[in-house]
């Protein structure tokens, strides 16, 4: 982990899990185990790229780390963590572990997880729908946004041709489809909406766009190679879970030094993305360094 990214990551962590705290349900007296099951999912553990990538996009537009962002980075982490919750599920990825802990369903039961996901999933609008000291327009453009990239456009769509892709062959252009969507949706939307509110014009949007484009693909590359090369301590979920399920990744592909390849590519498309970005956009450069460099 270089130490570019780390400059940026903890303080932005810390300030992030501080915010996190504040947005989650008091546990109702009768059914206290849904807000435990949606805490134990929001809070153990994880990356936090997206929610850092929310807060590198306003300072590559000059807005400092403040309430709205830190409202709009936690509405995307709900999402993304009903997300992996539901994709945990025995009638999805049937995944036991997660971030090195027992997956939800485990820690709790199948209907707690799918309500624990249902809630997050709503929790993540409802913040949209009260971020503070924006516009009623913005918090619109906002909402609409991670709809789009949650949905049957987006995440959704990805996962069920992700499920569908199980013991077939995929070409490359229909795995970069299938990632563009399951995983790259939500990683672009978290840049747009950290573009929203920091007062992107068109053309910073579509080049913040492209960015998130290669390094949401750059993400699941790396994951596919982290897949073959690392061990279940380290990756925190089961090693070689891909290959057992015989799903379609980069390696299987293009072999282990073509996925390598291929992610040095997209890490190069993401930083010339980023060309007509000052200084400002330094925390966005060494984030898509550590997509492509991370060991875990």
Known sequence: MSIAFEQYAHPWRERFAAALSQV???PDTQQASLATAMAYSLGNGGKRIRPLLVYAAGAALNRAPD???DHVAAAVECLHAYSLVHDDLPAMD???LRRGQPSC???FDEATAILAGDALQSLAFDLLTQVPDTTDSTRIALVAELARAAGAQGMVLGQAIDLGAVEKTLELAQLERMHRHKTGALIQA????????GGATPAQREALAQYADAIGLAFQVQDDILDVTADTGTLGKQQGADSARHKPTYVSLLGLDGARHKSRDLLSQSLDSLETFNDGADALR?????I???NY
Request: glycine share 4%; aromatic share 4%; proline share 4%.
């Open 24 to 26: 989650l349900p008091a």
């Open 190 to 197: 978290s840049v747009v909406m950290g573009a929203l509110v």
């Open 94 to 96: 049937d995944d036991d």
């Open 286 to 290: 060494a984030l898509a360094h550590y």
């Open 292 to 294: 492509v460099e991370r």
């Open 105 to 107: 369903h485990i820690a």
């Open 67 to 69: 309430r709205t962002l």
